[in-house]
């Protein structure tokens, strides 16, 4: 069974930066996509980014786009989130998710790594 483990996350001040990565582990990972989602209490989880494995083609929500940059990681199944010019709104859980095929949902999620981010 496939696993996401999701790091990363910590406290940063507003306009800094962190960089969180999430690796499969399990003896067999079949992926088509990738994905970073986000939540904060009392509200729905919410998209942040995504990227095929195939040709890393990637897409962000608009609160991402321009700060945000989604890469296929340096060790085999891995991904990264560079997160640039951090606003206090950023502040949130925010979890990795792989879907299997195109047009499927996001299957697998990992455990969620929390950023704070301080005005």
């Known amino acids: 069974q496939v696993q996401l483990v999701a790091s990363g996350g910590g406290l940063v001040q507003a306009g800094g930066s962190l960089r969180l990565s999430c690796a499969a582990a399990?003896?067999?990972?079949?992926?088509?996509?990738m994905g970073w989602f986000r939540q904060v209490p009392g509200k729905e989880r919410e998209f942040v980014a995504a990227?095929?494995?195939?040709?890393?083609?990637?897409s962000y929500a608009e609160s991402a786009k321009g700060r945000f940059t989604f890469s296929r990681g340096n060790t085999k199944n891995s991904v990264d989130l560079q997160m640039n010019s951090l606003k206090p709104e950023d502040t949130a859980v925010y979890y990795c998710?792989?879907?299997?095929?195109?047009?499927?949902?996001?299957?697998?999620w990992g455990q969620g790594t929390q950023v704070t981010v301080s005005s």
């Open positions: 990227i095929t494995w195939s040709d890393g083609s990637t």
């Open positions: 998710a792989t879907a299997q095929t195109p047009g499927s949902s996001w299957t697998v």
């Open positions: 399990g003896r067999t990972f079949n992926s088509y996509a």
